[in-house]
Structures are given as structure tokens and as C-alpha cells.
């Protein structure tokens, strides 16, 4: 059986330079394709030598997360551009709205973004302003495009609904919107990606929002390293720098997958095929 990762930064730095051993073993689990979401100048280029390394199963996105987008160059707009054009496979992301990273003190922004330890985040308006120039650069050429999104879901459908996006579709990742959004969000060609995270007691809302999605439009993702599911779904476990923190695998994929399908009464064949047709129709043929 093989599994579509639709979202996770193996990039990221706390992988420790593992990012080899991590998809060794990924690929023995039966991922047979990612897509690596860069969140911000600083790590594009990883991203990109990720996806020069194993073009077969590394598809690259570039993008500027909310989180990071106080950290803006002043030619960002062309750097983007000059990656985009780099990869001609690649994909935008992970763009998006985070009001939720502005409703924070600096300890708690600090683990999530390092340099937020000092600096500010940026603003509503600024997050807005650099997610609709992705968003057109993303229409204009059709790309998809991964969307975050935290306490902003409102104004996030009204900026979609509003302005141009790619007739290929976009990815509203580790979904956690209002059941009531869902169709909303369908109509304007929303896809909506599951989480292992999803899988822990405490996010059922969450996790019952997932059985309104329709079929066509539903995605597995990781977000290794974040996003760890519980513990019963952890076939691979991974250790961060420190000791006792642990980081998510993405070879975790396959076990995320089949506690979906069971929680959607869907056998386990069925369902890969479903996903695999559902990324490929995202993201383009493998």
C-alpha cells in the first residue's frame, strides 16, 4: 500500500541532518511521495536540495508562513519568484492567516518560532498583505497552494472568496475550521488535510469535522515534525536534540492513514486509493 504525505517540513532543522535516514525509512513504510513546505527564506534552499536529492519523492513548496513573515527581505517577491522558477514541479506554500500566534506571550511564540522570542509578530494586515500576493502569484500561474490557517478561518474565507485562486484547488492543512465552513470552503476548491495530532482524545471536535469533508476533497498529512499522534500511532519513534522531546516521523504516515479510514468506516484499500487519487489531482501525477 502506498501513502501521499500532503503536508510536512522535513526540512526543518530539528530533524539534526537525519532528512536521509528519515526517508529511507519513510519510503520502506510505503510513502511514496511528499510534499516539504517551506515557511520562510531561511530555509527554501534546504527544501529545494531535499527535492534535487530525490526528485521521485520529494515535491517542493515555497511559501511564507504567517509565523515567519516579520522576517521579510526587502526582494522576497523575486526571491520567491526565482525558486518557483528553479523547480518548475514545485507548489506555493505554506502561506496563510494566524491570529492565534498574535494572541500570545513571547515565551509561548518563542517555541514556535525562534526569532518571535525578540521580535514581534507581524501584524493582521501584514499577514494578509503577504498571503494575497502569494495567493495571486499562486492564481496566475495555477499552482496549488497550502493555506494555514489559526482563529482567522472568517476572514480567511472572505479574502478566498474575493480574490483569484488557482483553478487547481488549495489545501486548508491540519483542517480545524468550523464543521459549518466546510461546504464553504469546498465550493471555492478547498481540500482539507488530516492530522495524526487529530487522533488524540482531546480533539474530537476536530476530528468529527473530518466526516463532512467529501471524499474527493480529503488529504493525509504529517507535519513532522510537529503534530505527533498519539502514541499508539507512533511506529516510528524520533527523538529531538533534547532529551524526551519528541519529533514526528514522517514514515508515521501509514498509521495516521489507516486510523482514519477505520474512524471513517472505509476499508483500508479503498481508502489509500482515494487518497492517492485525491493528491494526485492536488498536486499532479507522481
Given amino acids: 500500500m502506498e501513502f501521499f504525505d500532503a503536508h510536512n ?15 529511507i525509512e519513510a519510503r520502506a513504510a510505503g510513502v511514496r511521495r511528499m510534499v516539504v513546505n517551506g515557511t520562510c527564506e531561511d530555509d527554501w534552499a534546504l527544501v529545494a536540495a531535499l527535492a534535487e536529492a530525490h526528485p521521485d519523492t520529494v515535491l517542493p513548496a515555497f511559501g511564507y508562513h504567517p509565523w515567519h513573515v516579520h522576517e ?19 507548489v506555493l506554500g505554506e502561506i496563510g492567516l494566524d ?13 514556535f ?7 514581534e509578530p507581524a501584524t493582521l494586515m501584514a499577514q494578509e498583505e503577504t498571503f494575497l500576493w502569494q495567493l495571486r502569484l499562486a492564481a496566475e500561474r495555477n ?20 480574490h483569484a485562486r488557482p483553478d487547481a484547488g488549495f489545501l486548508l492543512h491540519s483542517f480545524g475550521g468550523p464543521v459549518e465552513m466546510v461546504d464553504g470552503f469546498v465550493k471555492l476548491g478547498a481540500y482539507f488535510s488530516f492530522p495524526g495530532s ?22 493525509v498529512e504529517t507535519d513532522a515534525p510537529d503534530q505527533l499522534p498519539p502514541e499508539t500511532l507512533i511506529r516510528h519513534p524520533l527523538t529531538g536534540g533534547n532529551p524526551g522531546h519528541e519529533l514526528n516521523h514522517p514514515a508515521n504516515l501509514g ?6 479510514a477505520e474512524h471513517l468506516g472505509v476499508p483500508a484499500d479503498e481508502f489509500a486509493g482515494q487518497m492517492a487519487a485525491n ?7 507522481t
Fill in 279 to 285: 493528491f494526485q489531482r492536488l498536486f499532479g501525477p
Fill in 143 to 162: 499552482l496549488p497552494v497550502t493555506i494555514h490557517c489559526l482563529h482567522a478561518w472568517g476572514r480567511l474565507h472572505d479574502l478566498l472568496r474575493t
Fill in 255 to 260: 498509521a495516521i492513514q489507516s486510523y482514519l
Fill in 113 to 119: 518560532c525562534a526569532s518571535l522570542a525578540t521580535d
Fill in 198 to 219: 487529530c487522533a488524540h482524545d482531546r480533539k474530537v471536535r476536530q476530528r468529527e469535522t473530518f466526516r463532512r469533508v467529501p471524499p474527493d476533497r480529503l488529504l
Fill in 9 to 23: 517540513h522535513l526540512q526543518d532543522r530539528r530533524f539534526g541532518g537525519r532528512q536521509e535516514p528519515l526517508l
Fill in 99 to 111: 491570529r492565534w500566534i498574535l494572541e500570545q506571550p513571547a515565551g509561548v511564540r518563542s517555541k
Fill in 72 to 90: 521579510r527581505s526587502r526582494g522576497w517577491h523575486e526571491t520567491l519568484e526565482g525558486w518557483l522558477a528553479g523547480h518548475p514541479d514545485a
